[in-house]
T-cell receptor, first 111, second 113 residues
C-alpha cells in the first residue's frame, strides 16, 4: 500500500543546530506540504512543492527551507533551530489538493 | 484579516446522539471546504470535501453542509459512538484556485457511553 512516512518520530536538539526532518511518500503525488501544529494555532503551512525542483513559501516559512530533488521526498531543514520552532511537524502529499494524506508527524523539541 | 474559526471548547455528547461541529470563516471565497479527523499522536485523516455549489454531502454517518452566504460549514455525526472521539479539523481552499489549504484549530469531540 502507498504511504507517507516521516522520520524521526521524535527529535531533541539544541538551539542553533541545523536539523533536517525527512518526508517520503510512495503515492507518486506531485504536491507535498509541510505544516507545523501548535496549541491554539492549528496547522500552519511552512513550505510546499508542486513538483520536482519546485518549492514555495507558506505562511510561516522564516527559518525553514525545503528542496525537492525527486517526487518521493521533501526534506524540511531548520537552518539554525530556535526554541520557537519546538512543535509537531506534519508532512502531507496530494494529487490535486482536494485530499491531503498526512504522515504521523515529528515531535521536535529545541532546548 | 482572514480567519477560520472552530469551537475551541471540547464537545461532549452521549453515545447515540448526533454531534454537530461548526466551522466559520471570514474574508474567503473558497472553492471547497474539507473536514479531517485527527487522533492523538497521529496526522489528520481526510473525511469529506464539499464544493461551493453543493449544499450538503453525506458519507455513511457523516453529513456536511456548506452555506457560502453565512460563510459556515456544519459537520454532523449521527448515531455517534465512542470511537468517533477525536479532534475534527476543517480546511479551506483560501486561494480560490485550489492551490493551498488553511486549517482551523479543530474541535475535540468526546462521545461518552
Amino acid at each position: 500500500d502507498a504511504e507517507i512516512t516521516q522520520s524521526p518520530r521524535h527529535k531533541i536538539t539544541e538551539t542553533g543546530r541545523q536539523v533536517t526532518l525527512a518526508c517520503h511518500q510512495t503515492w507518486n503525488h506531485n504536491n507535498m506540504f509541510w505544516y507545523r501544529q501548535d496549541l491554539g494555532h492549528g496547522l500552519r503551512l511552512i513550505h510546499y512543492s508542486y513538483g520536482v525542483h519546485d518549492t514555495n513559501k507558506g505562511e510561516v516559512s522564516d527559518g525553514y527551507s525545503v528542496s525537492r530533488s525527486n517526487t518521493e521526498d521533501l526534506p524540511l531543514t531548520l537552518e539554525s533551530a530556535a526554541s520557537s520552532q519546538t512543535s509537531v511537524y506534519f508532512c502531507a502529499s496530494s494529487e490535486n489538493n482536494e485530499k491531503l494524506f498526512f504522515g504521523s508527524g515529528t515531535q521536535l523539541s529545541v532546548l | 484579516s482572514q480567519k477560520i474559526e472552530q469551537n475551541s471548547e471540547a464537545l461532549n455528547i452521549q453515545e447515540g446522539k448526533t454531534a454537530t461541529l461548526t466551522c466559520n470563516y471570514t474574508n474567503y471565497s473558497p472553492a471547497y471546504l474539507q473536514w479531517y479527523r485527527q487522533d492523538p499522536g497521529r496526522g489528520p485523516v481526510f473525511l469529506l470535501l464539499i464544493r461551493e455549489n453543493e449544499k450538503e454531502k453525506r458519507k455513511e454517518r457523516l453529513k456536511v453542509t456548506f452555506d457560502t452566504t453565512l460563510k459556515q460549514s456544519l459537520f454532523h455525526i449521527t448515531a455517534s459512538q465512542p470511537a468517533d472521539s477525536a479532534t475534527y479539523l476543517c480546511a479551506l481552499d483560501t486561494t480560490g484556485g485550489g492551490n493551498k489549504l488553511t486549517f482551523g484549530t479543530g474541535t475535540q469531540l468526546k462521545v461518552e457511553l
